[in-house]
């Protein structure tokens, strides 16, 4: 039976979030590589990273999925495994982090976690963090994570939205950093009001 414990469900978000700076061509294939990988028999994705299951991807540089190899989801790995010990959970190692560094937002935080042969930028990039926001929006709207203040989270800067952004003269051109992200996200949190996370996550438009 497949556990529903709050690290299983941290874990599960932050891989398939990973996976999907790959480029994949559709979600059955993250959801393969999730089942497969972390659910593994009666294995618990909490269990997997905790018994470092993942070690005999130490060093293999081929590819596990596009354009991320076996070591850098080993590396991923590890560095879940020393977030877990540290910490009961990754919400709390993301909020500890933030308080300690002073980020502006909660992506930066977690690329302090995760940064370091993965692909996940670290805290100082000007990389936009889309896939660690689109992460973010759906652990607070499911109510994982209960305890985040929303105006450290941004925008994702999917297709649709910076072609609307440009449209409607938020942006003037597409750039994927972190300053196109807050520019889009500070539109809209004026133009919606208080509980625009809810809205977005709703409706994921801009106008």
Do not use: H
């Not at 300690?100 to 930028?121: D, F, H, K, R, V």
């Not at 990389?127 to 209960?146: A, G, H, P, Q, R």
């Amino acid at each position: 039976m497949k556990s529903k414990t709050k690290q299983n469900i941290e874990i599960v978000a932050i891989v398939t979030q990973w996976l999907r700076m790959g480029i994949p061509d559709n979600n059955q294939d993250i959801d393969k590589i999730i089942g497969t990988i972390l659910y593994n028999g009666e294995t618990t994705p909490f269990d997997y990273i905790m018994n470092r299951e993942y070690s005999v991807y130490e060093k293999d540089n081929s590819s596990m999925y596009k354009l991320l190899t076996w070591n850098s989801f080993f590396n991923l790995c590890e560095k879940l495994n020393i977030v877990y010990t540290q910490y009961s959970d990754f919400e709390k190692a993301m909020l500890t982090t933030n308080l300690m560094e002073g980020n502006a937002y909660y992506c930066q935080s977690i690329g302090s976690l995760l940064s370091g042969g993965t692909m996940i930028p670290n805290a100082k990039s000007k990389y936009s963090f889309s896939e660690i926001n689109t992460m973010l929006m759906w652990l607070v709207s499911s109510k994982i994570w209960n305890n985040l203040d929303t105006n450290k989270i941004l925008i994702p800067l999917t297709a649709d939205i910076v072609e609307s952004s440009i449209e409607i003269g938020i942006l003037q051109r597409f750039n994927n950093n972190l300053y196109s992200a807050k520019k889009i996200t500070e539109y809209y949190k004026t133009k919606v009001g208080k509980n625009w996370l809810t809205k977005f996550t709703e409706t994921p438009e801009i106008k």
